[in-house]
């Protein structure tokens, strides 16, 4: 006969090495900062950068900036942003060229 064992707390997901590069990336910013954030359904281009919540594992960003009446504030949970690019790693890819 088998045993199930069931938990009734959610297993903690690991972080990747790509995820912990970004979580860096994330707490050097400083608000205000323009950046693009890449999420796994749409593409954030020039959204000012609010906050990050380190332990919840949230970004705070400003969106549609330049239309009148179209600042939207949205919160990006970190696991469904595929990468960023800020003004530091723009400048290395001129620099490459």
Known sequence: MYSVFVHTKPLKKKLTAADEAMIA?????????????????????NAIFQSFHAKKGLVTLVTDSFYPNGEKR????IGMITSLDTPSSAQSDEEEE
């Not at 910013?29 to 796994?40: A, D, Y």
């Not at 949205?74 to 949970?77: E, G, L, R, S």
């Open 25 to 45: 990336q994330l707490q050097t910013l400083q608000p205000g900062t323009e950046i693009n954030v890449h999420t796994k359904k749409q593409t954030y281009y």
């Open 74 to 77: 949205i919160t990006v949970p």
